[in-house]
């Protein structure tokens, strides 16, 4: 096999895989061998490792060998794969997708700037490889989970955005909500408009200047005793749209701390966040309009979450 190799001495016996890589003498720096693992460059024993192989510890004899002109290593492997904090679905020249926690940003904002996001976070992604800086498409509320899509130039931006614009792009998102709405399958249609002030979505009249038209399509999935998982399938992409649909048909999230409806005592279920989930997105590729379609799974909080309501 090509590349530099290296046999593990005793004296390096127990060190992590990306400490031994990281030394001057060998790739350098952390980020480096953070770029040669995502992209299948290092070996150890002749067997290729991957980013999750960072933190293994090395034996005496072991031998580690770093490939870095292997053949169809120059762009990254398409995913999923993590890259620190980043649950990257997939990669290419043009664009990124993730799967975003619950209290993570997407970008960052002036009233929360020591907070981290995933803009900062690519930022420092792209820099072990050269990149620049992510390119916002859409983006999703702090502690709201689910899919996002960055691009990676100007270009593939300006083709995602125009996709989001004539509202092309199928994004599907779960909530559970108090109550059963009625029908249990239907459209929302309101005229909102944003209180700067306050920072949040209000309705306001049909003929309001400032206001916009918002419309969703929401379908039932399960119903539980005092509460609904719905499924909403967003047509127009306001901020905090689904949240202010809901409320606003007495239908709060479980977990919504701003557009509440009614007393607290309506609201009995302990939950850290809004309950809501971006779980499907699909759009076409800005190189070629290929379809591309991403899902992700519910993380761990919010089926929970069900399960606590199914029992």
């Excluded at 043009?94 to 690519?122: F, H």
């Excluded at 499924?231 to 689904?242: A, F, M, P, S």
Aim: with cysteine; net charge positive; proline share 6%.
């Amino acid at each position: 096999m090509k590349g530099r190799g290296w046999t593990i001495a005793a004296a390096d016996a127990g060190a992590r895989l990306d400490k031994f890589l990281a030394a001057a003498d060998r790739l350098g720096s952390r980020a480096k061998v953070t770029s040669a693992l995502e992209r299948g460059k290092v070996f150890l024993n002749e067997v290729e490792c991957t980013l999750s192989d960072a933190s293994k510890r090395l034996v005496a004899d072991d031998a580690v060998r770093v490939w870095m002109d292997r053949p169809g290593s120059a762009t990254r492997r398409p995913g999923p794969y993590k890259a620190g904090a980043l649950d990257i679905l997939f990669e290419d020249d043009a664009l990124i997708v993730l799967n975003k926690p619950a209290g993570l940003l997407s970008v960052p904002l002036e009233r929360r700037s020591q907070s981290p996001s995933i803009v900062t976070l690519l930022e420092d992604y792209f820099r072990s490889s050269g990149k620049r800086k992510p390119f916002v498409v859409h983006r999703i509320d702090l502690d709201t989970s689910g899919l996002v899509l960055f691009a990676k130039t100007s270009l593939a931006q300006q083709r995602l955005k125009d996709q989001f614009r004539r509202r092309e792009p199928e994004r599907v998102y779960w909530a559970v909500v108090y109550g059963h709405p009625d029908p249990p399958q239907g459209t929302w249609r309101d005229r909102l408009v944003w209180d700067t002030k306050a920072l949040i979505q209000k309705q306001t009249r049909p003929s309001d200047p400032e206001g916009t038209d918002a419309e969703c399509y929401y379908k039932v999935l399960e119903s539980f005793a005092d509460t609904s998982l719905i499924e909403v399938r967003l047509h127009t992409g306001k901020r905090n749209q689904i949240r202010i649909q809901a409320r606003l048909r007495g239908h709060t999230l479980v977990g919504e701390k701003r557009y509440v409806y009614g007393p607290d005592a309506l609201r009995p279920l302990a939950f850290p966040r809004q309950a809501l989930h971006a779980r499907r997105l699909v759009f076409r590729h800005p190189a070629d309009n290929r379809p591309l379609e991403f899902e992700a799974p519910v993380p761990t909080d919010f089926a929970d979450l069900l399960k606590r309501l199914r029992n």
